[in-house]
């Protein structure tokens, strides 16, 4: 893949079903493929681990946002620096009521 072009990773970031070219796309060099592996709805939990420690905070959020995002890994990301991280994790539906009640007192969140 180090070959292929940014606008072909992108294209499969974004559209691939395949566990294994998702994997190597989220440890990509390039910003925008990462985010694209992170709200690609094909992207199982275990890529989804690996991006939630993404230095950057927009690959974070969309971790936090995606469907296949495990309790155990919205509770770690809960403690991200990025409010907006943390936003995100209390608008996932799956979410338990003990995380949302520990994130109630953050107020860069302001939990409703």
């Not at 990025?82 to 936003?87: F, M």
């Amino acid at each position: 893949m180090a070959r292929m072009s940014k606008a072909k990773k992108l294209e499969l970031a974004e559209n691939s079903s395949d566990p294994a070219e998702l994997e190597l796309l989220a440890a990509d060099k390039v910003d925008d493929v990462r985010w694209e592996v992170a709200t690609n709805p094909n992207t199982p939990a275990s890529v989804l681990e690996k991006l939630a420690g993404d230095e950057l905070g927009n690959v974070r959020w969309s971790v936090a946002e995606h469907t296949n995002t495990s309790e155990a890994l919205l509770e770690k990301l809960a403690g991200d620096e990025d409010s907006v991280v943390r936003r995100s994790v209390v608008e996932h539906p799956n979410t338990p009521v003990s995380l949302l009640e520990k994130l109630a007192g953050d107020e860069d969140v302001r939990c409703e």
